[in-house]
């Protein structure tokens, strides 16, 4: 799948994409609430067939909608997809210094600080303007190519989606 060495494969997780695979390495020491959260939704297949519904060129691509994103799931719908999460509970922020910069994973949220769930997002390029105020759970370092090639839009039409979503020590 790739080339790049995974130092704590507990702490990885491989995403393939339907543009290719894409590694993250997690950073539990940042946010171990938002990570415990990231891997137990990678181990129960949440994430696998969601699409990513708000690609934004130069900002970030987002994912995560489990409850409308969700392709083959139930309540799968396009149009509503972003405004759904997972039947856990929403997540306290866990704000950070870690900069959203390109390749940055953060959680998305609604407006309350607390409201982070399964939404998240990738950043494709300086976003500094987020820092301290979204969560920072994770770093692209394999694959970041093909993240930049997802399709765009808000919402995305025919949207490209999460294959699978693995903890590398699983696999």
Known sequence: MTEVEI???ENTLLLETTQGAVVIELKP????????????????GAYDGVV???VIDGFMAQTGDVQFGKKGGE?????????????????????????????????????SPDSANSQFFIVFDEA???D??????????????????????????NPDAIVSMKVAADS
């Open 75 to 111: 309540k799968f719908d396009e149009r509503m997809a972003g405004r759904g999460a997972s039947d856990k509970p929403d997540l306290k922020a866990e704000f950070n210094d870690a900069h959203h910069g390109r390749g940055a994973c953060s959680m998305a949220r609604a407006q």
């Open 128 to 130: 500094g303007f987020l």
């Open 52 to 54: 990513f519904h708000r």
């Open 29 to 44: 020491d940042l946010a171990p609430n938002h990570v415990a959260r990231i891997k137990e939704l990678a181990r129960e």
């Open 132 to 157: 301290r105020q979204y969560t920072v759970w994770g770093q692209v370092i394999d694959g970041m190519e093909h993240v930049d090639r997802l399709k765009r839009g808000e919402p995305v039409s």
């Open 7 to 9: 130092k704590d494969p």
